[in-house]
Nanobody, 123 residues
Framework: QVQLVESGGGLVQAGGSLRLSCAASGSIFSINVMGWYRQAPGKQRVMVATITSGGDTVYADFVKGRFAISRDNAKNTVYLQMNSLKPEDTAVYYC?????????????????WGQGTQVTVSS
């Protein structure tokens, strides 16, 4: 079994910063891409940023220059540093990871989601 557990959300004023963390645990053989997505009320879930095991990153245009994604492969953890936050960044932020499980054969990639963490930016 595999779990993704997020932390670090909360309420912040516009212009402030937050750092999200997501730790993967369980029967993990390897992790490929990890990423952050968000879903605002009444809207679809969208990609915010992703990072490969080698450190290659992709950002949505609306966060470029403000957010930074990073990961610690030894800890199976991905981070999202969010700076210069805007009210429109308010959403539930979800962690996602493509994981090969150690307890399943043949090897295959499975996509896992965290439970989500609320980020609210006040104006």
């Amino acid at each position: 079994q595999v779990q993704l557990v997020e932390s670090g959300g909360g309420l912040v004023q516009a212009g402030g910063s937050l750092r999200l963390s997501c730790a993967a645990s369980g029967s993990i053989f390897s992790i490929n891409v990890m990423g952050w997505y968000r879903q605002a009320p009444g809207k679809q879930r969208v990609m915010v940023a992703t990072i490969t095991s080698g450190g290659d990153t992709v950002y949505a245009d609306f966060v470029k220059g403000r957010f930074a994604i990073s990961r610690d492969n030894a800890k199976n953890t991905v981070y999202l540093q969010m700076n210069s936050l805007k009210p429109e960044d308010t959403a539930v932020y979800y962690c996602n990871a493509d994981i090969e499980r150690a307890d399943l054969l043949p090897r295959a990639w499975y996509s896992y989601w965290g439970q989500g963490t609320q980020v609210t930016v006040s104006s």
